[in-house]
């Protein structure tokens, strides 16, 4: 099995930034990619950004590009989500996930991210 754990959501402020850390443990040889995800109160959970294991590739939700950065931490089955120049809509409890080669979506517990205005 592997275990997701999710940390470094808080409350912040609008415009200011905030690191959110993945660590995978157990059986991770299988993880091929990593990524977030998050629901904010009443709507459907929806994607974030994603990173590739193999070759780094990263992709991201329109509504964050340019604003929100996936990547590994130099310990493998680490990845991070550094968010910068926050909104309130971005308010959501956030997901990290882990996509295997035998075709299985794993989640995390999730971490709550507000943004005041």
């Known amino acids: 099995q592997v275990q997701l754990v999710e940390s470094g959501g808080t409350l912040v402020q609008e415009g200011g930034s905030l690191r959110l850390s993945c660590a995978a443990s157990g059986r991770t040889f299988s993880i091929y990619a990593m990524g977030w995800f998050r629901q904010a109160p009443g709507k459907e959970r929806e994607f974030v950004a994603a990173i590739n294991w193999s070759g780094g590739n990263t992709y991201y939700a329109d509504s964050v590009k340019g604003r929100f950065t996936i990547s590994m931490g130099n310990v493998k089955d680490l990845v991070f989500l550094q968010m910068n120049s926050l909104k309130p809509e971005d308010t959501a409890v956030y997901y990290c996930?882990?996509?295997?080669?035998?075709?299985?979506?794993?989640w995390g517990q999730g971490t709550q991210v507000t943004v005041s205005s």
């Open positions: 996930a882990a996509f295997t080669t035998d075709g299985r979506e794993l």
